[in-house]
């Protein structure tokens, strides 16, 4: 994968993840998900529900989780055309991290004119503001003072016993209980395997980025990532898993190379994704990925897996663009080089 394709999957994967590719050493930085500019203020408030955030990535980074509720909401005129909104937040627990201040203080300056508030959305804030006092909310931030100007994520939960802050709370609980890398690895393939977005999210990150010895010298995980990848509808979840997967590939045995290839070709002839000229895809990034491999390893899988000769040979067929086309061709060759022998 040349440097410039990289980036554009990198790029895209931040994007749809918020923030969840995020390389290990980069900042933590705001959310960048935007709602619809035809939702109302209480839709836009919960539209998140289903969002994916990069928890594993923002609790490495030294951020601290809390369950707070939001006390009292003022707004004030300040200078031609803008406002100020003040929202007092009251931490109820702390879920991972340190505890820090009991009150936590948010100041958001922005337009006057509801028009122009959703149109030039306060990237940080936008998931509470137009909340009402008593609101409960998720706060995941570096900060502990009394005031908070720079939050990693925030979001609207419906109540304490709410069924996606009580799987936080233990997977944030078991984080911080102490264990050797052996339990911890067993867990986040535990959690991989689940059918909890938080938890395969997680799960396949830390398998991935975290320093854990022997993550996959008998390639028995890398089936557990395929099986995931190719039972997965999200196209996000999917992008991560294969990012992830790919990350661990030069730590597994032949076998979990071969399972991993298979993968990528499935991704790389994906009928049901619609791919434009230019445009980042999916099945790009696998091709990508597949176009990366040792040329032995592909020579093996062709041995192993004499379909995905055939599947590599049709996408090649009906290949408009010459730069992928030209990559499928250079993968046909290092695989075709096993009937040669």
């Not at 445009?279 to 990366?292: H, P, Q």
């Amino acid at each position: 994968m040349t440097v410039a394709k990289k980036n554009v999957f990198v790029a895209n994967f931040l994007v749809t993840l918020l923030l969840a590719a995020c390389r290990d050493a980069a900042p933590i930085a705001p959310s960048a998900h935007v709602p619809s500019q035809h939702a109302s203020p209480r839709e836009v408030a919960t539209s998140n529900r289903g969002v994916h955030f990069p928890l594993h990535h923002l609790i490495r980074a030294g951020a601290s989780v809390y369950l707070a509720r939001l006390s009292t909401k003022d707004v004030t005129a300040r200078g031609p055309g803008t406002q100020a909104t003040h929202l007092s937040l009251s931490v109820l627990e702390t879920l991972f991290g340190t505890r820090g201040a009991s009150q936590r203080g948010v100041d958001i300056v922005e337009p006057a004119s509801e028009i122009a508030r959703r149109k030039f959305l306060v990237p940080q804030w936008w998931l509470i503001r137009d909340l009402d006092p008593g609101a409960l909310v998720l706060l995941i931030t570096t900060e502990q003072s009394e005031s908070v100007t720079d939050v990693a994520y925030v979001e609207h939960v419906n109540s304490i016993d709410d069924a996606r802050v009580t799987t936080l709370r233990k997977m944030l609980k078991a984080e911080s209980a102490p264990t050797n890398p052996a339990m911890r690895r067993e867990r986040y393939v535990e959690w991989l395997s689940s059918s909890d977005p938080l938890k395969i999210l997680f799960g396949g990150a830390a398998l991935a980025k975290d320093d854990l010895p022997d993550v996959d010298p008998a390639g028995q995980l890398m089936p557990t990532f395929a099986n995931a990848i190719l039972h997965e509808h999200d196209p996000q979840l999917r992008s991560a898993l294969y990012d992830w997967a790919w990350r661990i590939y030069p730590r597994t045995n032949l076998s979990g190379r071969v399972t991993m290839l298979h993968a990528l070709v499935l991704g790389t002839v994906d009928t049901q994704e619609k791919r434009e000229p230019g445009a980042w895809s999916l099945s790009g990034a696998c091709l990508d990925m597949l176009f990366e491999a040792p040329a032995q390893d592909l020579s093996l899988l062709a041995s192993k897996m004499p379909d995905d000769v055939r599947m590599v040979e049709k996408r090649a067929s009906e290949e408009k663009d010459e730069g992928a086309k030209s990559q499928l061709e250079g993968i046909l060759r290092a695989m075709q080089k096993t009937r040669e022998k």
